[in-house]
């Protein structure tokens, strides 16, 4: 199985960006009606839920800022989880809130792995080390 660890990076990344775009496009749902569906305008915690779907679903599949994004997301998951499926039943099977939850913990798997070579942020920190600031010395 050795040879396949050379493709972890590429998968995880490819992985990261599908659940980012899965994600941002429930925010689409709520705030932008795009794509169709879902559970009509969105207001109160709703719509604060749906900004957070949007933002973070972007910034996460995309890799920027990825660990605030991906902890504020798996929060949010945590949260909709508790006050919207939890009352029927603690079991994520019985109330429907399978999605929640596993959402929940991709965002806090992200969280501690990081955003991976393939993302904004990783370009980011390459720029910063190989442009080093030369000093001239007297």
């Given at each position: 199985?050795?040879?396949l660890n050379r493709y972890a990076d590429p998968v995880y990344c490819?992985?990261?960006?599908?659940i980012g775009l899965l994600y941002a496009s429930h925010g689409g749902q709520?705030?932008?009606h795009f794509p169709p569906g879902g559970h009509g305008a969105a207001e109160g915690l709703m719509l604060v839920g749906g900004w957070i779907e949007l933002v973070c679903g972007f910034l996460i599949a995309f890799g920027l800022i990825t660990r605030i994004a991906a902890f504020i997301a798996s929060g949010e998951m945590a949260v909709a989880y508790f006050m919207v499926h939890a009352h029927g039943?603690?079991?994520?099977?019985?109330?429907k809130g399978e999605l929640a939850v596993a959402l929940c913990w991709i965002f806090l798997f992200i969280v501690f792995y990081g955003?991976?070579?393939w993302s904004?942020?990783?370009?980011?920190?390459?720029?910063?080390?190989?442009?080093?600031?030369t000093r001239a010395t007297v």
């Open positions: 199985m050795n040879a490819i992985m990261r960006f599908i709520k705030i932008l039943s603690f079991f994520p099977i019985q109330n955003p991976g070579l904004i942020d990783a370009l980011m920190a390459r720029n910063r080390v190989a442009s080093p600031i």
